[in-house]
Every structure is written in C-alpha cells, then in structure tokens.
C-alpha cells in the first residue's frame, strides 16, 4: 500500500470514527466539546500515527513502552500528548516516564509507591488515571472497583501525580447492554469520590470506550474514548487479544 492510498483511507476512517462521536454525544445529549479522541496506535507506525496529527489529532496512547521509544524520533517533538495506556511493570517506570506525558493504567499500591519514588528523584509531576477492572475479567489487569476508592485516597497522599481520572477497559461483547455496566460502575465510582472531595472537576475525566463500544461509553459518560482499529484498520489480532494482557 502506498503512502498516498494509507492516509486517505486512515483520514477517511478518522472522519468517520469524528462522525460516530458526534452522533454518540447528540444522541446522550451531551456536548460535543466533551469527549475527545485518543488515537490508540499500538502496532501502527510511527508514518501513519504522523498521518492523524497533521490532521489535528493531538491525543495519542501506546500499550507498550517499546512502541513509544521506537516511535520517538518522529513523534518525540511534536505538539502532542503521548499518554501510555497499557500494564505497566515497575521495572519499566524510569523508560515510561522519558516518553509519556500521562499514564492512564496506574492500578495498584507497589506501582504508586515506585512512581512517586522515580518522580522524586527526577523533580517532577505526573499525570495519571487510575484504571479499575469494572468488568470483573481476570484476564484484565485494573485495581478492584471496591479497591478504586482506597488507591485514590493513596495517591492523593502523595504530592508527585495529579489524578486526571479514571479508566476502564469494558467488556468485551456485541452486546451494548452486556457492556453498559462496566462503563456505569466506572462512572459511579467516579461520582463517589467527587462527592467525597477526592477528586476535582479537573481530575473527573472517564477514559473508556474504544472502537466496538463507543457509542455504549459515550452515553455512559465517557469523556475519552480510545479508537485504534477503526482509524488505523484491524489488526493481526483482534482487541481482546491485545488487551488481554495478563496473556501476553
């Protein structure tokens, strides 16, 4: 495929991918300002990522922080957010942390702990969300939704990483209704600790909702939504594959 046939068959998709949000947002009756698109680029090249920022994309998140390293010398200088949305191991903290202006998977105590520990040595903020397994799936990774409320409260204890919001990978089914609970308990949880002031209007952000589901998160709240396949095209495997990380 040419470099010409890619970006006009990934531009036509981002126009379309644009359209489905506008028409998710009208139908929630919602304002189209409130949700935005975070390219999801894993295994698409750092050439074609390029594609959609010169359209005006500006939100990008990488599952793997191989990907985003490889793919820095064209993206590294661009005016855009590279936010890491994939597991993290501790061991990996100091390479993230070169790379991603945000990391959206923070999920459990030990990572917390070793994230305010590198950001105290390296003088500086982060911002994170924290991901929840609002899908009950083991095969995912995300702290238990009865944990979610206790990990806030522990990161807040903590003056290295600014809570931006919350994230959920929901579940993995044709069926809106099947999913819609995941995308709900996120927002429930997320509604809780503003009412209990552990969160701010600027760290209430919901990042769920990808390219199978998004119209279903939208309409459950969803501030950003997370589409890859249906901009860039399918991938060798499908996304529960790529997102069942605890497989891989």
Known sequence: ????TYT???LAN???VKQRIQSAVKMAGRSTEDVQLLLATKTVSAEKVKVVIDAGETLIGE?????LK????LLGTLPIQRHFIGHLQTNKIKDVLK???CIQSVDRPDLVEKLDSRLQYENRFLDIFVQVNTSFEESKFGVHPDEAIRLIEKIRSYGTMRIKGLMTIGLFDADPEKVKPSFRLLREIRDAALR??????????LSMGMSGDLETAIAEGATIVRVGTSIFGKRQYPDAYYWNEKGN
């Not at 490889?70 to 010398?73: G, P």
């Not at 209990?196 to 952000?205: E, F, I, V």
């Open 14 to 16: 981002l126009n379309l």
């Open 196 to 205: 209990d002031g552990l969160l701010s209007k600027d760290g209430a952000a």
């Open 99 to 101: 790379y991603a202006h």
């Open 1 to 4: 495929m040419t470099t010409e």
């Open 70 to 73: 490889e793919k820095d010398y």
């Open 8 to 10: 006009a068959d990934i």
């Open 63 to 67: 599952n793997k922080v191989q990907e």
